[in-house]
């Protein structure tokens, strides 16, 4: 004769309560309701104790952690789920395209990580500002924001034209004035190198400027060598015309540890396409950032 343990015999009941009735699901047990976290864009505050020549930023991506948890990376703005009833640490982390390819997104060292405590709303949207600067510890090895009437502190090293100084509200982007490579007809270039030499540290750094163009330019890096009177500039990145001002950001510090120069000098390039008759390049707020 067949005998049941009466402790399995009462789970066995169970069971079968549980899978007559809709309302027990072991298997499948019920979802948490998100609560959706919208970010349109950062704010950007000042950090006194960092010399930047500008508070611009373009911060195109954020990634997200929720009580350390990886949430994702995405593109601002964005609306995420986060499967949560309760309070947690929310964690924003800054993004920047880097050397101007789309493909290349990275966190931004030097920019401070945003850190909030979470209160769900289950099924409700909440839009949420994070906020950014520049940690403490970042430093400016070189800057140039064009403050001094009628100096560039920038030097043609070939083309037929040079760097000028512009002071008028509609070419400059924020304080005095701007730089101005104007070109002026078919075949004009100019290729001009800062006056001012840097050092670049054994570590992460990035040449922040903000430009406005209607033609294409190039960025490079001279580096200067104890054995070599003159060397020549590497360019790093192309850029593509943009009828607004915009904020770009060129990783240096990769060419600086192959080059292993003593110093370095920062060089801009410019040439007037075929199919145009004039162009202008504009810059302004050049600053290499680092630790």
């Given at each position: 004769?067949?005998?049941?343990n009466?402790?399995?015999?009462?789970?066995?009941?169970?069971?079968?309560?549980?899978?007559?009735?809709?309302?027990?699901?072991?298997?499948?047990?019920?979802?948490?309701?998100?609560?959706y976290?919208?970010?349109?864009?950062?704010?950007?505050?000042n950090?006194?104790?960092?010399?930047?020549?500008?508070?611009?930023?373009?911060?195109?991506?954020?990634?997200?952690?929720?009580?350390?948890?990886?949430?994702?990376?995405?593109?601002?703005?964005?609306?995420i789920p986060?499967?949560?009833?309760g309070?947690?640490?929310?964690?924003?982390?800054p993004?920047?395209?880097?050397?101007?390819r789309?493909?290349?997104?990275g966190k931004?060292?030097?920019?401070?990580?945003?850190?909030?405590?979470?209160?769900?709303?289950?099924?409700?949207?909440?839009?949420?500002?994070?906020?950014?600067?520049?940690y403490?510890?970042?430093?400016?090895?070189?800057?140039?924001?064009f403050e001094?009437?009628?100096?560039?502190n920038?030097?043609r090293i070939?083309?037929?034209?040079?760097?000028?100084?512009?002071?008028?509200?509609?070419l400059?982007?924020?304080?005095?004035?701007a730089?101005?490579?104007?070109?002026?007809?078919?075949?004009?270039?100019?290729?001009?190198?800062?006056?001012?030499?840097?050092?670049?540290?054994?570590?992460?750094?990035?040449?922040?400027?903000?430009?406005?163009?209607?033609?294409?330019?190039?960025l490079?890096?001279?580096?200067?060598?104890?054995?070599?009177i003159s060397?020549t500039?590497?360019?790093?990145?192309g850029?593509?015309?943009?009828?607004?001002w915009?904020?770009?950001?060129?990783?240096?510090s990769?060419?600086a540890?192959?080059?292993?120069?003593t110093?370095?000098?920062?060089?801009?390039?410019?040439?007037?396409?075929?199919?145009q008759t004039?162009?202008?390049?504009?810059?302004?707020?050049?600053?290499?950032v680092?630790?």
């Amino acid at each position: 004769m067949l005998h049941i343990n009466t402790k399995l015999k009462y789970s066995l009941s169970i069971l079968a309560l549980c899978y007559s009735l809709s309302g027990c699901n072991i298997i499948n047990p019920a979802e948490i309701t998100p609560t959706y976290l919208h970010i349109d864009s950062f704010t950007f505050l000042n950090n006194p104790a960092v010399r930047s020549v500008t508070l611009s930023n373009h911060i195109t991506n954020a990634w997200v952690y929720y009580d350390n948890r990886a949430m994702g990376a995405y593109d601002l703005p964005f609306t995420i789920p986060i499967p949560s009833t309760g309070h947690g640490k929310l964690e924003v982390y800054p993004a920047i395209i880097v050397n101007g390819r789309n493909e290349l997104v990275g966190k931004y060292d030097f920019y401070q990580i945003d850190t909030s405590t979470f209160t769900a709303q289950p099924g409700k949207t909440i839009t949420y500002v994070p906020k950014t600067g520049f940690y403490t510890y970042v430093k400016m090895n070189y800057t140039e924001s064009f403050e001094t009437p009628g100096v560039t502190n920038f030097s043609r090293i070939d083309g037929n034209t040079v760097m000028t100084n512009v002071a008028a509200d509609s070419l400059r982007f924020e304080g005095y004035g701007a730089g101005q490579i104007l070109l002026n007809a078919v075949g004009d270039s100019c290729t001009v190198m800062s006056d001012k030499t840097f050092e670049i540290p054994q570590n992460v750094a990035f040449i922040e400027l903000n430009y406005k163009s209607t033609v294409p330019f190039y960025l490079g890096i001279q580096a200067n060598l104890s054995n070599i009177i003159s060397s020549t500039p590497y360019f790093l990145a192309g850029i593509k015309p943009s009828d607004h001002w915009q904020k770009f950001y060129l990783n240096v510090s990769d060419f600086a540890i192959k080059a292993k120069g003593t110093s370095y000098n920062f060089v801009i390039k410019t040439v007037l396409d075929q199919n145009q008759t004039s162009g202008r390049l504009l810059l302004d707020n050049i600053q290499l950032v680092n630790y």
